[in-house]
């Protein structure tokens, strides 16, 4: 999970935590406390409001386009099993 950082006695989230948490933010996937921290940002940072939107469209239209192919069991279990080892080195 990404950190906030202190600022003026604040916690705040930084535009890279942003984009590092756009995806549990979409899923609602936040606790509440990090959810308002995200959405404080998002009132004060156009670059981050912009990209969100880019994101948005980017996804909406890619999902439109492009029949979805079935990954191979064999072939997902691989790609969990990396992204579970990459999250406990990080």
């Given at each position: 999970m990404a950190e906030h950082h202190a600022h003026n006695g604040f916690e705040e989230v930084t535009c890279?935590?942003?984009v590092e948490l756009v995806?549990?933010?979409?899923d609602d996937a936040l606790p509440v406390d990090?959810?308002?921290?995200?959405?404080?940002?998002l009132v004060m940072c156009d670059w981050?409001?912009?990209?969100l939107d880019q994101m948005r469209v980017t996804v909406?239209?890619?999902?439109q386009t492009v029949e979805p192919e079935p990954v191979p069991a064999a072939?997902?279990?691989?790609?969990l099993?990396?992204?579970?080892?990459?999250k406990e080195r990080s």
């Amino acid at each position: 999970m990404a950190e906030h950082h202190a600022h003026n006695g604040f916690e705040e989230v930084t535009c890279r935590e942003f984009v590092e948490l756009v995806t549990d933010y979409w899923d609602d996937a936040l606790p509440v406390d990090q959810l308002e921290l995200v959405e404080e940002h998002l009132v004060m940072c156009d670059w981050c409001k912009t990209y969100l939107d880019q994101m948005r469209v980017t996804v909406e239209e890619t999902s439109q386009t492009v029949e979805p192919e079935p990954v191979p069991a064999a072939t997902e279990e691989a790609l969990l099993a990396a992204f579970h080892d990459w999250k406990e080195r990080s």
